[in-house]
Antibody, heavy 121, light 107 residues
Framework: QVELHQSGPGLVKPSQTLSLTCAISGENVSINSAAWSWIRQSPSRGLEWLGR?????????DYAESVKSRININPDTSKNQFSLQLTSVTPEDSAVYFC???????????WGQGTLVTVSS | DIQMTQSPSSLSASIGDRITITCRAS??????LGWYQQKPGKAPKRLIYGTSRLHSGVPLRFSGSGSGTEFTLTISSLQPEDFATYYCLQHYSSPQTFGRGTKVEIK
């Protein structure tokens, strides 16, 4: 059974960087049959996929166009986890952030518990 | 991006009722459609993927059908633990996109 556990601050100041980590248990982040995504949820935008990282002989990343200029998702194989960094945040980035696994089917089968992030001074 | 339109946005039903939720895609997504259940303060839980494949442990009262651009989630006999918000997800192409949700409330 795969489990994902998120950590990171719940309050970020405007213009600063949002950083979250997702620790994986029950599977290796480098497995070549899954991808690891970040998704956020807000009343205004609903559920929004932000990006993913995955390993297929080398590491790849894909990002949503809406955040492409501000986002980085990185794997950490030594700790079996992956992280999200979102730079230059504004109040519109306030949301609940989830990490999730994508199996071969391409949907999301296992999710982290969610982190409410508020962007405010 | 593929747009997902879900209806209704909310519904009221009683224990034992059969309910159906519909999701329409803005283009053909073959059968790459999933359904999720979310309760307040919790992460979404996968119910169905690939239109009709039940996630492990999901009760058989949940079923999915459809193809192309129109899909449905059916709960054959609503149970107390089924009152929640349901979302569809197209996993045909990146970026995967979600519907806006259907809140199922107790009548």
């Amino acid at each position: 059974q795969v489990e994902l556990h998120q950590s990171g601050p719940g309050l970020v100041k405007p213009s600063q960087t949002l950083s979250l980590t997702c620790a994986i248990s029950g599977e290796n982040v480098s497995i070549n049959s899954a991808a690891w995504s970040w998704i956020r949820q807000s009343p205004s935008r609903g559920l929004e996929w932000l990006g993913r990282t995955y390993y297929r002989s080398k590491w790849y990343t894909d990002y949503a166009e809406s955040v492409k200029s501000r986002i980085n998702i990185n794997p950490d194989t030594s700790k079996n986890q992956f992280s999200l960094q979102l730079t230059s945040v504004t109040p519109e980035d306030s949301a609940v952030y989830f990490c999730a696994r994508s199996p071969v089917a391409g949907d999301f089968d296992f999710w982290g518990q969610g982190t409410l992030v508020t962007v405010s001074s | 991006d593929i747009q997902m339109t879900q209806s209704p946005s909310s519904l009221s039903a009683s224990i034992g009722d059969r309910i159906t939720i519909t999701c329409r895609a803005s283009q053909d997504i073959r059968g790459d459609l999933g359904w999720y259940q979310q309760k307040p303060g919790k992460a979404p839980k996968r119910l169905i993927y690939g239109t009709s494949r039940l996630h492990s442990g999901v009760p058989l009262r949940f079923s999915g059908s459809g193809s192309g651009t129109e899909f449905t989630l059916t709960i054959s006999s609503l149970q107390p633990e089924d009152f929640a918000t349901y979302y569809c997800l197209q996993h045909y192409s990146s970026p995967q996109t979600f519907g806006r949700g259907t809140k199922v409330e107790i009548k």
